[in-house]
């Protein structure tokens, strides 16, 4: 609606007067949409490690840094957050690092790997590692995930110096 008069009275104050607003259209609202409820955090469950972890395996090995979560609908989302440190302790081959749901690595390409550390050069990486990833398991039942690792020779795994922590929200679907 284009204002046609500028009440000079009211303008300096900014109010304007009843018989200056057009209320027709908003007589017949009877209420608004509902909002959308996907998106929802329904519940957060967390994992804390606070020792470490030391393994020397090409494949990958249970860190021990580990939570439970029982989703309440198959249309469920699970958003994935891990933040731990890795020594590789003078390793020159690759640390990889990935999260397992139950016997399932969600992790992707030719490591089946969420992160991975490439020293290239012999010496000591200590590297924090963010790991945050969307899981879609169509499951109400209890699921365990936890991080696994893996490296050529030595390196350190969670909760060394710091404490490593895994968290699970559910999102409704």
């Known amino acids: 609606m284009a204002l046609s008069k500028i009440d000079a009275a009211n303008f300096l104050d900014g109010t304007l007067p009843d018989t200056n607003i ?80 139950d016997s399932t690595n969600l992790g992707s390409g030719t490591q089946d790997a969420l992160f991975r550390i490439n020293p290239a050069v012999s010496g000591r990486i200590i590297a924090g590692q963010s790991i945050s990833f969307l899981d879609s398991p169509s499951s109400t039942s209890t699921l365990t995930y936890e991080l696994y690792a893996k490296a050529a020779s030595q390196f350190i795994a969670p909760g060394g110096e710091d404490t490593a922590t895994i968290q699970l929200l559910e999102i409704e679907g």
């Open 22 to 101: 057009n209320n027709a259209s908003l007589d017949n609202v009877t209420g608004l949409p509902a909002a959308i409820a996907t998106g929802t955090v329904l519940q957060v469950v967390q994992g804390i490690k606070t020792t470490s972890f030391v393994a020397t395996s090409a494949t990958y090995v249970a860190t021990g840094l580990t939570a439970d979560i029982t989703p309440s609908s198959t249309s469920s989302k699970i958003l994935v957050l891990v933040r731990t440190d890795f020594d590789t302790r003078n390793n020159t081959s690759n640390v990889c690092g990935t999260v397992f749901r």
